[in-house]
């Protein structure tokens, strides 16, 4: 049960961090005169739970414009597609075995895509693209993205990103258990505590 909740605090830190106020603010560049005055909230502050420094009404309406151009929820709901196949092995391989473990598996997933929705994450991303784009070059992209090759980079972009984490992965393994095996080879007496503690306790 520790292993588990390890690896799903893990899994879900990078969320909460981002869904707590962690994500990068977009920070006005001019100094305040006057006394502060309530400003509206946008739908991406909300999101973020930020509520000041504001982002320009139209630079958002820019940025969300360019989401539609891009196809950008189509594209979000590909990459958490690819992420859960990716989750539901390493779920799998850490639980204790048993039948159980791919109903598990499978019932963990729905209720976790369930809870991050696409929506969630667009919001989220508006107040990083602000941060980096200006409106200016927010419209070049939508101009980009609206060419042959600006179309054929949306289009295989998702599963470029899915095979990339899928061959991150398997590399992440390779290296971990050569890295592993030089260390034990290296420390005998690391290697020995392991293989005892690994061992069946005697009756």
Known sequence: MKTLTALLLCWI????AVAGGTAPRVQDPKPVQAAPTQTAVTP???AS??????????KETAIRKMFEVMGMTKMMQQV????????????????????????????FLQKFQSKLRVEQLMDLAIP????????????????????????????VLPQAMVEMQTESMKLG???GREAMVEVLDEHPDL?????????????
């Open 44 to 46: 991406a502050q909300a």
């Open 128 to 155: 990083i693209y602000a941060k980096y784009f200006s409106k200016e070059e927010l419209e070049g992209l939508m101009r980009f993205y609206q060419t042959p090759l600006g179309q054929k980079t949306l289009s």
């Open 13 to 16: 830190a990078p969320f909460a």
């Open 49 to 58: 739970g930020n509520s000041a420094p504001s982002i320009d009404p139209a």
């Open 80 to 107: 958490l597609a690819g992420m859960s196949s990716n989750m539901k092995p390493m779920l799998m391989s850490s639980l204790p075995a048993g039948e159980y473990r791919e109903k598990l598996a499978d019932l």
């Open 191 to 203: 290697k020995k505590a392991l293989e005892e503690s690994a061992a069946p306790p005697k009756n």
């Open 173 to 175: 393994e390779k290296i």
